[in-house]
């Protein structure tokens, strides 16, 4: 794994989620919606194709027009008070060509990655040069809680609750389709979604509840979230202790809401207990280095896969999986059974909603386990570090140091269920709302191009399905030797070629020859 990477984590104070997880009843509802806006089939008419988009300003910028606008989100119809009223008016900004060269007038939507406040970034490492060179306009949307939509009180980035992460992501899908609709009646087209690191993963989200072709291009994204916040350098930026207090002293996270979870990954063995076996070693490990953010830079590379042939490993399970070289020196993958043949038929594949597992039992139920509550658990640890006092008058330096250790371990242990517990309630609720295993799979998945850095820290892979196997025949593209942080300053050209070539495609199949 990359140690700028970790490095860069290491220096950044920001926490996230520092309230916790959010209301439970908020929770219950997001998870119900889950079951409805996964299903492209049952959430066609969320959004209506008319749905009121204002344009508010419109202005020359250089060689290039830009229009700016704003409407009601609708996720508000249909969750009325979970997001706060600074979030509920979505703003976004156009960046168009003064005069379209050809018959096309392609747009593409890019939503905004962690801490990609407001439009200006997006809009001179991206978009600019996408218009330039290649013809392609673009939608920079504002992020729910960012810029514009950031409630009052949030520091910078700062999610207060893991449900809020949550809400930005069915919003966006959401006012993604509402400004999908908004395009194709202003006869734009043909039209597609991207983003960098989050805003990939909201991209992909997005792109799973629109009912037709959709070039999709997720840069530095992956399957689910939850290896992100678990696994990745950002679990550092969590604050454990706090999520942990919550989840064993409100029994509702524990013994209602952790059997509502549905992971696809409960297909891919008992995971999650494997990911948190994994977390609490290294957590405990590494927490108070990660909780101060200070002292030397160790070399944690062992905590991730540091194979660099880890992707290969990944896909050598695929079936019939065909590599190729791209000019840009990229190494892309492409399951060779799902390439499109000349003469041969596209349509959208035979699986457009995923089938929902039945719920398996949580991590956290089943089996009666210590501890269930907080107070429980260090009462226990007391008690067990209390034991069997010796007699007045026999205590020794050798016995105090024994006592001490014991007391130590007994502590630890205690420590560590509770990590273990906690890491497993947010293993499994990120892959409820965000594993994309549980949402229909794109009309067209030979329009989708991931571009994924192979020695990501952020974003790491291994012990999930990958994105590639939960849509047959999109391509992935590795960038070699790259981390996040190193592809996102490096290889944004990289992203941009990658959209064109979707865009491309998609236009070849608009256009038949």
Not at 141 to 168: A, I, T, W
Not at 209 to 228: D, F, G, H, K, R
Not at 339 to 365: D, F, K, M
Request: hydrophobic content about 35%; charged content about 20%; aromatic content about 8%.
């Amino acid at each position: 794994m990359s140690r700028l990477d970790q490095l860069y984590r290491r220096l950044l104070l920001t926490k996230f989620f520092t309230k916790g997880w959010g209301k439970p009843d908020n929770l219950k509802r997001i998870f119900d919606f889950r079951k409805i806006i996964s299903n492209r089939e049952l959430c066609q008419h969320l959004v209506p194709k008319d749905y009121p988009i204002h344009i508010d300003k419109e202005y020359p910028d250089g060689d290039c027009r830009i229009v700016e606008g704003h409407f009601t989100s609708p996720f508000t119809q249909h969750l009325p008070g979970i997001m706060p009223k600074e979030v509920e008016i979505a703003t976004f900004q156009m960046i168009l060509p003064k005069q379209w060269k050809h018959k096309h007038k392609p747009v593409c939507i890019q939503l905004a990655g962690t801490g990609d406040h407001f439009f200006w970034r997006r809009r001179l490492l991206m978009a600019k040069p996408l218009l330039k060179d290649y013809g392609i306009a673009s939608i920079l949307l504002e992020n729910p809680y960012y810029g514009s939509r950031k409630p009052k009180g949030q520091l910078r980035s700062s999610l207060h609750n893991v449900s809020d992460l949550f809400v930005m992501g069915g919003a966006l899908m959401l006012e993604s389709v509402a400004l999908l609709h908004w395009c194709q009646k202003q006869g734009y087209g043909p039209l597609g979604l991207t983003g960098i690191s989050m805003g990939g993963h909201m991209a992909s989200l997005a792109a799973t509840i629109w009912p037709e072709p959709l070039s999709l291009i997720p840069c530095l994204s992956w399957s689910t979230a939850s290896v992100v916040y678990t696994q990745g350098v950002m679990s550092g930026a969590i604050p454990w202790r706090t999520l942990e207090t919550q989840f064993f002293e409100n029994s509702v996270y524990h013994d209602e809401i952790s059997k509502l979870i549905v992971s696809p990954e409960d297909y891919n063995g008992d995971r999650a207990y494997a990911m948190g076996q994994q977390f609490v070693k290294e957590f405990s490990k590494n927490y108070d280095e990660f909780q101060g953010m200070y002292g030397h830079v160790e070399d944690t590379s062992t905590q991730h896969d540091t194979d660099p042939s880890s992707a290969d490993e990944v896909h050598s399970a695929s079936p019939a999986m065909e590599q190729r070289l791209q000019p840009d020196g990229t190494v892309s993958m492409v399951q060779a059974s799902a390439i499109p043949h000349p003469g041969g038929s596209r349509g959208p594949p035979a699986q457009n909603s995923p089938q929902e597992p039945p719920p398996s039992p949580s991590p956290s139920s089943g089996t009666s386990r210590d501890p269930l509550t907080l107070q429980h658990a260090m009462s226990k640890a007391k008690l067990s570090r209390s034991g069997r006092s010796p007699q007045p008058g026999s205590e020794t330096l050798q016995h105090a140091e024994s006592k001490s250790k014991v007391s130590r371990s007994t502590g630890s242990a205690a420590s560590q269920s509770l990590q273990k517990e906690a890491t497993d309630f947010m293993v499994g609720v990120m892959d409820e709302c965000t594993h994309l295993g549980n949402f229909s799979t794109p009309v067209d998945p030979s329009l989708i191009i991931i571009v994924a850095a192979q020695e990501d820290a952020y974003i790491p892979r291994n012990g999930v399905i990958p994105l590639d196997e939960l849509w047959p025949g999109s391509e992935v593209r590795y960038l070699q030797n790259r981390g996040h942080i190193a592809a996102f300053l490096l290889n944004n050209d990289v992203f941009r070629k990658a959209i064109a070539d979707s865009f491309h495609k998609q236009m070849k199949l608009c256009s038949p020859s």
